[in-house]
């Protein structure tokens, strides 16, 4: 299944000029690894969905969903379906990269944007830090984020912990007296 899934996006891909915007999860030089129990490609509507324990693997970097819909904005030249607009990731997203895990219940990647929000219960871990939001957006140009939603009622927490150095794991001593 894994095998098919992967030619028939290479095939895909062949077929729809990107020109430009392509999809990536990690570093863009890597291929593209996608696998999912099922694909269907909506050819009128320029839409692909990847359905049932979807992975997308690129270098070390990972996408997981129950279902991902790739949407394509439809100006291609030569009868291509253009380049991708968005990809919407929902239920059990997780994001993961070797230094961070992102989870949620829906992720939107703005292509021409290079924008990602996650909403939903959102977990981003670092290490041992954590942050919990409703919701989370981060500009992929700019390295600019936003955690939360005004008006929800919704409160965004972060935990972090001190780094540990050998000065400071060591238990301190008291005067003798």
């Known amino acids: 299944m894994r095998l098919l899934a992967i030619a028939l996006?290479?095939?895909?891909?062949?077929?729809?000029?990107?020109?430009?915007?392509?999809?990536?999860?990690?570093?863009?030089?890597?291929?593209?690894?996608?696998?999912?129990?099922?694909?269907?490609?909506l050819d009128a509507e320029r839409h692909i969905v990847w359905l049932g324990?979807?992975?997308v693997v690129q270098g070390d970097s990972s996408l997981q969903a129950d279902r991902m819909d790739v949407y394509y904005t439809g100006t291609g030249t030569g009868g291509g379906w253009g380049d991708i607009d968005r990809i919407v990731a929902t239920d059990n997203?997780?994001?993961?990269?070797?230094?961070?895990?992102?989870?949620?219940?829906?992720?939107?990647?703005?292509?021409?944007e290079?924008?990602?929000?996650?909403?939903?219960?959102?977990?981003?871990?670092?290490?041992?830090?954590?942050?919990?939001?409703?919701?989370?957006?981060?500009?992929?140009?700019?390295?600019?984020s936003n955690f939360g939603e005004a008006g929800t009622g919704e409160r965004v927490r972060m935990v972090l912990q001190p780094t540990r150095t050998p000065e400071n794991t060591q238990p301190t001593s008291t005067p003798e007296g």
């Open 9 to 41: 996006f290479g095939l895909m891909s062949a077929a729809l000029p990107l020109q430009g915007a392509s999809a990536q999860i990690g570093n863009s030089s890597l291929p593209l690894d996608i696998e999912a129990d099922t694909f269907e490609v």
């Open 53 to 55: 324990n979807v992975h």
């Open 93 to 112: 997203v997780f994001y993961i990269t070797p230094a961070q895990r992102a989870r949620g219940d829906r992720g939107v990647y703005q292509m021409s």
């Open 114 to 144: 290079e924008i990602i929000t996650l909403t939903g219960d959102v977990v981003i871990t670092q290490g041992e830090n954590v942050i919990t939001t409703n919701r989370f957006v981060n500009n992929l140009t700019t390295g600019n």
